[in-house]
């Protein structure tokens, strides 16, 4: 529920995210419970903003392109489950 309500918050307010990925979050809120999702966000907020920043400077791509997010979410839940901790 957690999730749900944060990410819906992010994208009501910045429009950064699609609908799909809050109800993704929330589906990997359900399925990893509240200590591996912590690490799970975390490591989705480093992914994206390493590859973001990849983009930008190394493969000169526009501020503005939009970047999918779940696999972000898809790699922090692998990496939160698989044994990052």
């Given at each position: 529920?957690?999730?749900f ?14 609908f ?16 591996k ?22 493969f000169?791509?526009?501020k ?6 779940a ?5 922090g ?6 044994g990052v901790?």
């Amino acid at each position: 529920m957690v999730a749900f309500i944060l990410y819906s918050a992010v994208f009501h307010f910045t429009k950064g995210l699609g609908f799909g990925d809050v109800k993704y979050a929330a589906l990997l809120g359900y399925i990893l419970g509240p200590e591996k999702l912590v690490i799970a966000f975390l490591i989705t907020a480093f992914l994206g903003i390493i590859i973001y920043l990849a983009g930008i400077y190394i493969f000169r791509m526009e501020k503005t392109t939009r970047i999918p997010y779940a696999p972000f979410l898809s790699a922090g839940a692998i990496l939160a489950v698989g044994g990052v901790t």
